[in-house]
C-alpha cells in the first residue's frame, strides 16, 4: 500500500508494519498490506468507534457496488426479471420503450463515457476541472436521456456506480475495481447470475490466493478466521489491546487489558 | 508429501462442504422418501450412528498420525493395493461431482436457461473450477471458509422465513410408514452422511491433528442439524411433496418466500449462493483428486492435471442422455455405490490395517521371548 | 506464443458462450417479453379452452415527469391447453409472453364445474408462475371479470392486484386464496382445495340489497349490495373436491372459514342485541388466541372440537346503555358467543355433510391419532368428513365500546 501521507505511515509503523522511503519519492510503502487496509482511511481511528465503524460498513458497500452493481442491473434485466417487483419492472420498460440500443450497448456507453469524462477532468486546468467532471456529467446524462439514447435508470446506475468507486478511499483498489466491473458487466450479459457467480468465485479465488510479503490477503473476511486486530471492526479506543496477530510482532499487546485505569483509581 | 496445512475451522468448513453440498438437490426429498413423516426421528437416529462412525475412524486413524487412507492401504496391501484404492477414490470424487453438476445445471437450464444446451452451462462451471483449481489447495479451502457459511445462512433463512407457512401436525403420524420402515429400511438414510469419507484423508492436512476427534464430531454433528433443518422445511411446508417428484425440494420452497409486496420471488439469490457452493465443492473434489493422484505417481508437477480432470468430469457429467437417468444416478445408485466406498471399503482398510499393526507389534515381543528361552 | 494461444482461446470461448446463452437471453430478455398480469379460463364454443391473457402496458413518463395511465390489454386465444395458447400468443403479439408477473388466475365457473386438474398442474409445474398469484373462480366468464377488474382507488392495475385481497385480513370476507395453496390441498389426501369467489356486479343491485337478510348472510359475489358502475367483487369461498368446483360460500361462510384457519387479524359482525329485541349490534372482534382445534376418533367417526378466543369492543353503540357496566357487556359477550358459536357449526356441518369438502385441512389434526401412515390411509379421511362430529366453543371477552363507554 502507498500512500503520501506522515501520519497514515506512522500510525502503520506503529502497529508493526513495514514502512519503506525512497529518497526522491514523495510516497511511503506500507507493508504487508490486506484487503481491509485499503477500504480504512487514516481519519478513522481519531474518530469515534461507531462513526468509523459506519463509514467502513460504507466504504465496503461502496465497493460492492463498484463491483456488482452495473454487472447485477444486466444479469436481472437479461435472465432473472422475476426479481423485480411489478411497478420497478414497468418504470424500467417504460424508460426503455424509445431506447434503440440492447442494455450491454448502453451500458458500456455510459460507463465508458463516465470514464472519459473522469479522465478529462483531471487533465482539464484546475479553476474549471472539477466543473467540467460535474457538469459533464450530468448534462451528457441528461442530454443523453433526452435524446432517447439511453433510459434514465441506466443513469442512476452509472452515477451510483461512479459515486461508490469515489467513496474507495486508496485509489489503486478503486482502479481495480473499475477495470474488474467490466468483466462482470460481461459476465452477467453471457448467462446471468450463473455468470455473475462464477466470475465472482474466481475473483475470490485470485484475491485469497494473493499474498502481501506472506500474509494472505484476505486474511480476517471470513469471520470463522480468529484474527486478532485485523483491522474490520475498530473497537473502542480503550479496547484496542493487540496488534495484528499475522505480523508476528516483538511486542503483541500495545495496552493493557484495562487502560483507562485512571478510571478507577 | 502435502504442503498445505489448515486449521481446525478450515478443516470443519472443508468438511461440512462435502456433507452439506448434496442438500441443494434432491437429497433431502431422498431422505423423505423412504421414511414419511417420522424423517425427523430418523434423522436423529441417523446422526447418531453417524457420530459413532465418525469415533470409530478416528480411532482407527489414531494408530496412523498424519497418514491418510492412501498411506495406509499402502502399508496394507503395498503399491498395488495403494494404486487400486486410490483410483477407486478418485474416480469417487470425479463422479459425485460430476452427478451433483449436471442434476443442478439441469435445474438450472429448466429454470433460467431453456433455449441453451446443458452442456455449456455445465462448461463454464467446469472452466471456473479449472481456473480456481489451479491456485493451491488452501485457496480453495480458504475461499469454502467464506463461502460455505452462506450456505448455513441461506437454508435458516428459509426456514425463518417460511415459517408462517409450516403446518406442524405434518409430523404425524409420528411412526410414519412404521417402527421397521424408520429404523431399520431408515438405515439407508446414512446416505446423507456420505461426506465422512473426507476424513479419511483428513490427517495430513491439520495443522493440529490432536484436533481430528473435535472435528470428526463437531462436523457430524453440524451435518445432523443441517439435514433436519432442510427435511423440517420440506415437511412442514409440503406434505404432497411425499406424492410429487420435485426437481430441488429447496428451491421450490424457497418461490414461496415474500415479505410484503416488495420482497417476491428471491430465489435468484439462493441458487446465486447455492452455484458459488456447488463451485467450491467440484474445485475441493478436484483438489483432492489431484493430492491422490500424486501420491500415486509421485508426479513432480501435476497442475496441467487439472484440465484432464476438468475434462473427465464434463464428460461423467454430460453422459446421461436426460435428466431422469441422472437423477435416478443420484439417488439410487451413487448412493449404495458410495455406501460401499465410504462405509464398507474404507472402515474394512482401517480395520485390517490396525489387525496388521497390531500382529506387527506382538511380532518383535514374540521374538525376544523366543530369544529369551533360548 | 503460449500467451497468444491463451488469449485467443479465452476470445473463443466468450464467443462460444455469447452464442450458446443468446438463445436464452433472447426469450428472457426485458425488451423481449410481454409481461401478463392476469389470465383468464374459460370454456369455448369448440369445448376448447379460452384463454383471456392481460397485458399491461408500461406507463408511459412524459418530458414533464407525469405518468398516464394506460389500459390494459385483453387478447384472447382458443386452444386446447395453455402451453398451446402461449404459443400462439407468442406467435401473435411476437413477444416472449411472461407469466412471472401473473398475479391473477381467473377460472370460469362452469369450468370450474368440470374440474381444472390439468390446468393446475400445468400452471404449477411452469417455472414463471408464482404461487403466491391469486386463484379466483368467477360467476361470469373469466374474460368479462378480467374486462371488468379495473382498479378505482389505484393507477396501476398490478397495484390493483397485489391489494385487493389485504382487505380478507380485516374483514374476513373474502380470502388469500393462492395457485400454490390450491395445488397443495388438491394434492394432499388431508384436505381440500378453494378459491376466491368473484363475479360482477349487477346493475340491479339495489332491489338486491332490499331483500338480503338483515345479518348479511347471502352475501356473495354478484349479489353485493355495493352498487356502482360494473366492477368486479371478490366476495366468498369457492370449494372444490380434489379439483372440481362443488360449492360456493357466502360472506359470514368466509368469514368462518378464516376464524377456522387463523388467518384473520380482525372482523367486524353484527350481533343480535341482547338489549334490544329485533335489533342489532355491530362488535369488532379480535383474536386474542389461535383458534385451538383438537381431533379424537370416537366409534370411528371423527370428533372436532374447536376453540375460538376473540377480544371485543362494541361499535354501534344505542342511547342510554352503559357500555362500561359488567353486567351489559357479559350480556353482549354471550350473544357474540352464541351467534359464532351457530354461525361456525353452521359453516363446519356444510363443508362436512352438504359439499364434503375439508377446506379446512382438518384432515391433518386427525393424523396424530395414528401411528402410521397405513393406519391413516386406511382410514380414509376425505370419506369419513362427513361423518365428522363438530364441538364449538366460543369465548368473547367484550371490552368495551371505543370512544363513548356510556351515553
Redesign the interface.
Known amino acids: 500500500m502507498s500512500t503520501e501521507r506522515p501520519d497514515k505511515a506512522v500510525t502503520y509503523l506503529l502497529a508493526g508494519r513495514v514502512i519503506v522511503i525512497v529518497n526522491g519519492s514523495p510516497y511511503a510503502l506500507i507493508m504487508p498490506a490486506i484487503l481491509i487496509d485499503y477500504l480504512g482511511s487514516p481519519d478513522d481511528k481519531n474518530l469515534k468507534p461507531s462513526f468509523s465503524n459506519f463509514l467502513k460498513g460504507i466504504r465496503v458497500l461502496a465497493a460492492f457496488i463498484t463491483l456488482l452493481l452495473p454487472g447485477l442491473y444486466v444479469a436481472i434485466t437479461s435472465f432473472h426479471e422475476e426479481l423485480l417487483p411489478t411497478e420497478l419492472l414497468f418504470s424500467i420498460l417504460a424508460s426503455r420503450e424509445n431506447v434503440p440500443f440492447p442494455i450491454i450497448v448502453e451500458i458500456l456507453m455510459m460507463e465508458i463515457s463516465f470514464e472519459l469524462i473522469r479522465e478529462a477532468g483531471l487533465r482539464v486546468p484546475s479553476p474549471i476541472g472539477p466543473t467540467i467532471g460535474i457538469v459533464g456529467a450530468l448534462v451528457l446524462g441528461q442530454a443523453a436521456v433526452s435524446a432517447g439514447i439511453v433510459s434514465p435508470i441506466l443513469i442512476i446506475i452509472v452515477a451510483i456506480t461512479g459515486i461508490g468507486s469515489f467513496a474507495i478511499p486508496d485509489f489503486s483498489f478503486g482502479f481495480h475495481l473499475r477495470i474488474t466491473r467490466f468483466l462482470f458487466i460481461l459476465l452477467g450479459y453471457i448467462a446471468g447470475f450463473l455468470g455473475i457467480a462464477l466470475g465472482l468465485f474466481i475473483y475470490t479465488s485470485y484475491l485469497v490466493e494473493t499474498k502481501s510479503f506472506g500474509v494472505s490477503y484476505t486474511l480476517g473476511l471470513s469471520p470463522l478466521d480468529n484474527v486478532k486486530g485485523n483491522n474490520y471492526y475498530l473497537p473502542p479506543i480503550w479496547k484496542r489491546e493487540f496488534r495484528a496477530s499475522f505480523l508476528n510482532t516483538k511486542k503483541p499487546k500495545k495496552q493493557s487489558k484495562i487502560s483507562m485505569m485512571w478510571k478507577y483509581k | 508429501m502435502i504442503k498445505s496445512k489448515f486449521t481446525t475451522v478450515e478443516a470443519i468448513m472443508l468438511v461440512l462442504t462435502i456433507f452439506l453440498t448434496p442438500s441443494i438437490l434432491s437429497m433431502p426429498k431422498n431422505l423423505i422418501d423412504t421414511t414419511r413423516s417420522s424423517i425427523l426421528i430418523n434423522i436423529v437416529y441417523v446422526t447418531i450412528i453417524a457420530i459413532f462412525i465418525a469415533i470409530l475412524i478416528y480411532r482407527l486413524l489414531k494408530n496412523f498420525p498424519s497418514y491418510d487412507i492412501i498411506d495406509i492401504s499402502e502399508y496394507l496391501g503395498g503399491k498395488c493395493f495403494k494404486s487400486i484404492i486410490g483410483t477407486i477414490f478418485i474416480l469417487y470424487f470425479l463422479i459425485s461431482s460430476s452427478i451433483l453438476l449436471r442434476n443442478f445445471c439441469e435445474c438450472l437450464k429448466m429454470v433460467y436457461y431453456p433455449m441453451t444446451s446443458v452442456v455449456f452451462i455445465i462448461l463454464a462451471f467446469i472452466i471456473a473450477t479449472c481456473l480456481s483449481s489451479k491456485l493451491e489447495f488452501s485457496t480453495a479451502v480458504k475461499v469454502n471458509v467464506i463461502v460455505l457459511p452462506l450456505l448455513v445462512i441461506s437454508v435458516l433463512f428459509i426456514f425463518f422465513a417460511n415459517i408462517k407457512n409450516f403446518s406442524f401436525e405434518n409430523v404425524f403420524p409420528i411412526l410414519g410408514e412404521g417402527v421397521y420402515n424408520t429404523f431399520i429400511i431408515g438405515l439407508g438414510n446414512l446416505g446423507a452422511f456420505l461426506g465422512i469419507i473426507i476424513l479419511y484423508f483428513l490427517p495430513p492436512y491439520l495443522k493440529k491433528p490432536e484436533d481430528m476427534k473435535k472435528i470428526a464430531i463437531t462436523t457430524t454433528i453440524i451435518a445432523g442439524i443441517y439435514i433436519l433443518f432442510c427435511v423440517s422445511i420440506i415437511l412442514f411446508m409440503f406434505r404432497f411433496l411425499l406424492n410429487v417428484d420435485e426437481v430441488m425440494p429447496l428451491y421450490y420452497t424457497t418461490r414461496y418466500i415474500e415479505f410484503g409486496d416488495f420482497f417476491q420471488r428471491l430465489e435468484s439469490f439462493f441458487l446465486f449462493i447455492w452455484i458459488l457452493v456447488l463451485t467450491s465443492f467440484v474445485t475441493i473434489n478436484i483438489k483432492l483428486s489431484m493430492d491422490i493422484f500424486k501420491k500415486l505417481t509421485n508426479a513432480k508437477n501435476i497442475s496441467p492435471m487439472v484440465y484432464s480432470f476438468g475434462l473427465i468430469i464434463f464428460a461423467i457429467a454430460i453422459f446421461p442422455k436426460d435428466y431422469a437417468v441422472s437423477k435416478f444416478i443420484e439417488s439410487t445408485l451413487y448412493s449404495y455405490w458410495t455406501f460401499g466406498i465410504s462405509f464398507a471399503l474404507g472402515i474394512g482398510i482401517l480395520i485390517f490395517a490396525n489387525l496388521k499393526k497390531r500382529k506387527n507389534a506382538h511380532l518383535p515381543k514374540q521374538k525376544e521371548v523366543l530369544e529369551a528361552n533360548e | 506464443m503460449n500467451n497468444l494461444l491463451k488469449k485467443f482461446f479465452i476470445i473463443i470461448?466468450?464467443i462460444?458462450?455469447?452464442i450458446?446463452?443468446s438463445?436464452?437471453?433472447?426469450?428472457?430478455?426485458?425488451?423481449n417479453?410481454a409481461?401478463v398480469?392476469a389470465m383468464g379460463f374459460d370454456i369455448s364454443d369448440t369445448n376448447n379452452l379460452n384463454i383471456t391473457f392481460q397485458f399491461?402496458n408500461?406507463?408511459?413518463?412524459s418530458d414533464t415527469g407525469s405518468?398516464e395511465k394506460t389500459e390494459p390489454t385483453l387478447f384472447s386465444i382458443d386452444a386446447p391447453s395453455i402451453s398451446s395458447a402461449i404459443n400462439l400468443m407468442n406467435t401473435n403479439i411476437g413477444k416472449e409472453v411472461?407469466l412471472?408477473?401473473c398475479?391473477l388466475i381467473v377460472f370460469s365457473e362452469e369450468l370450474a364445474s368440470r374440474g381444472i386438474e390439468e390446468e393446475i398442474y400445468t400452471l404449477s409445474n411452469n417455472?414463471?408462475v408464482?404461487?403466491?398469484a391469486n386463484i379466483v373462480v368467477s360467476k361470469s366468464t373469466a374474460k368479462t371479470y378480467i374486462e371488468n377488474s379495473k382498479p378505482t382507488l389505484d393507477n396501476?392495475i398490478?397495484?390493483y392486484y397485489?391489494?385487493f385481497v389485504n382487505s380478507s385480513q380485516f374483514t374476513g370476507y373474502n380470502s388469500n386464496a393462492t395457485i400454490?395453496d390450491f395445488?397443495?390441498s388438491m394434492?394432499?389426501?388431508?384436505c381440500e382445495p378453494y378459491a376466491m369467489l368473484g363475479g360482477i356486479s349487477s346493475q340491479n343491485s339495489s332491489s338486491l340489497s332490499n331483500s338480503s337478510s338483515p345479518t348479511d348472510n347471502t352475501i356473495k359475489s354478484t349479489f353485493n349490495p355495493a352498487s356502482g358502475q360494473y366492477i368486479s367483487e371478490n366476495t366468498g369461498l369457492a370449494v372444490f373436491k380434489g379439483s372440481t368446483f362443488v360449492g360456493e360460500l357466502n360472506e359470514i361462510e368466509n368469514l368462518c372459514f378464516m376464524i377456522v384457519n387463523n388467518k384473520l387479524s380482525g372482523f367486524l359482525v353484527s350481533i343480535p342485541n341482547p338489549l334490544k329485541n329485533d335489533s342489532f349490534i355491530d362488535v369488532y372482534m379480535t383474536p386474542v388466541l389461535n383458534t385451538k382445534v383438537d381431533a379424537k376418533i370416537v366409534n370411528d367417526s371423527p370428533f372436532i372440537s374447536i376453540d375460538c378466543n376473540f377480544s371485543g369492543r362494541v361499535y354501534s353503540i344505542d342511547e342510554s346503555v352503559n357500555y362500561s357496566d359488567i353486567d351489559t357487556l357479559k350480556q353482549i359477550s354471550n350473544s357474540c358467543n352464541s351467534y359464532l358459536e351457530s354461525i361456525l357449526s353452521d359453516y363446519l356441518y356444510k363443508t362436512s355433510k352438504e359439499l364434503n369438502a375439508d377446506i379446512n385441512?382438518l384432515g391433518?389434526?386427525i393424523?396424530?391419532n395414528?401411528?402410521?401412515?397405513?393406519?391413516?390411509q386406511n382410514y380414509n379421511w376425505s370419506s369419513k368428513y362427513k361423518d365428522t362430529f363438530f364441538d364449538i366453543d366460543v369465548d368473547c371477552s367484550i371490552k368495551s365500546s371505543f370512544l363513548l363507554t356510556r351515553t
Not at chain 3, 408500461?58 to 413518463?61: C, E, K, L
Not at chain 3, 394434492?187 to 388431508?190: E, I, N, R, S, Y
Open positions: 470461448l466468450i462460444v458462450f455469447l450458446a446463452f438463445s436464452s437471453y433472447q426469450s428472457s430478455n426485458i425488451g417479453v409481461v398480469v399491461t408500461a406507463s408511459s413518463v405518468s411472461n412471472s408477473h398475479k417455472p414463471d408464482r404461487p403466491s396501476l398490478t397495484k397485489e391489494t400454490g395445488f397443495y394434492t394432499c389426501d388431508a385441512k391433518k389434526f393424523r396424530k395414528f401411528l402410521t401412515e397405513s393406519d391413516y
